[in-house]
């Protein structure tokens, strides 16, 4: 499908979500999983218990807790890419306190909107949220951010590479970030990864999980770490409209599988080799993470 086309399908999807006319995405419901004729799927984390936690920000479209180990300091300027409805630039701004900053940025208007009425109830004056793209992130100057946070939304993003070469350029030296995404690992069948209802549900526009972080490392990033893993398992009958009945038993024999990581990764300081949790591994991937199976009903 053509990529203006994808991102126009994106656009449409998530502005109609945020306006509460339809449930689809990675998950929007309160019970954690969509329930539409198009998509059903479990990804959302629990976020009730957090800090800063605000329910009407809340539409259940991510797939981690990606504030969870962004190692947010007091003071911190965060910025939050997808920024949704604001869940997760709240929680944020919970951290930083009323001396640091939080921009959130998002491409669809009526997500930007509704965040800025969430935030105008809650009073919030060094939080703000602006329309804009990841892989050209215009209105936001460079070396800026010390924290960059993002959940499951650089799948949606067609050109990968520009996108971290953005989040490099607004990070400031010593900075980093942490994003939960959907990846994949083996071979997805084609249809699956084709299907612009797909690209809407996050599942389509991820990325095969060693390219991913490839694409990580060659933007600049060191200390690259997955922090937490869990496996989605997708319904049989949504994966029936992609194949046949052989393809299904072939993909579910082949140990490939899509997956929900959170990626820590810094972006050091010239000369450095030291990330901000102690390790001093400057190339490769450190995997921390104990994986989590998780099964959509």
Do not use: W
Not at 76 to 85: N, P
């Amino acid at each position: 499908m053509d990529k203006e086309k994808i991102k126009s399908e994106i656009k449409k999807s998530y502005g109609e979500i945020a306006k509460g006319n339809i449930q689809v995405g990675c998950c929007s419901t309160d019970n954690g999983c969509c329930s539409t004729d198009e998509f059903s799927t479990c990804m959302a984390e629990d976020y009730s218990e957090i800090i800063g936690y605000q329910k009407d920000a809340d539409l259940s479209l991510g797939c981690g807790l990606p504030t969870e180990i962004a190692n947010i300091k007091e003071g911190d300027t965060v910025i939050d890419l997808g920024s949704g409805a604001g869940n997760d630039a709240f929680i944020a701004r919970s951290i930083v306190g009323e001396s640091g900053k939080v921009i959130g940025i998002d491409m669809t208007q009526e997500m930007v909107i509704r965040a800025l009425q969430n935030n105008q109830k809650l009073g919030y004056r060094n939080v703000e949220f602006v329309l804009g793209e990841i892989e050209n992130m215009q209105s936001i100057q460079s070396s800026i951010a010390d924290v960059i946070i993002s959940n499951c939304v650089m799948n949606l993003v067609l050109d990968k590479e520009k996108a971290f070469k953005e989040i490099f350029r607004v990070l400031k030296p010593g900075g980093h970030f942490s994003i939960s995404d959907i990846v994949y690992s083996g071979s997805i069948p084609v249809g699956v990864l084709d299907a612009s209802e797909m690209h809407v549900g996050c599942v389509s526009g991820a990325s095969e999980k060693d390219e991913y972080l490839r694409i990580i490392e060659k933007e600049g990033f060191r200390n690259i770490q997955i922090k937490k893993e869990r496996k989605i398992e997708l319904p049989d009958e949504l994966l029936f409209k992609y194949m046949n009945d052989q393809e299904l038993i072939d993909y579910k024999n082949s140990g490939s599988g899509i997956f929900s990581v959170t990626i820590y990764a810094d972006k050091l300081e010239e000369g450095n080799c030291s990330d901000s949790s102690g390790s001093c591994c400057c190339k490769g991937v450190t995997n921390n993470s104990k994986e989590e199976t998780k099964k959509s009903t």
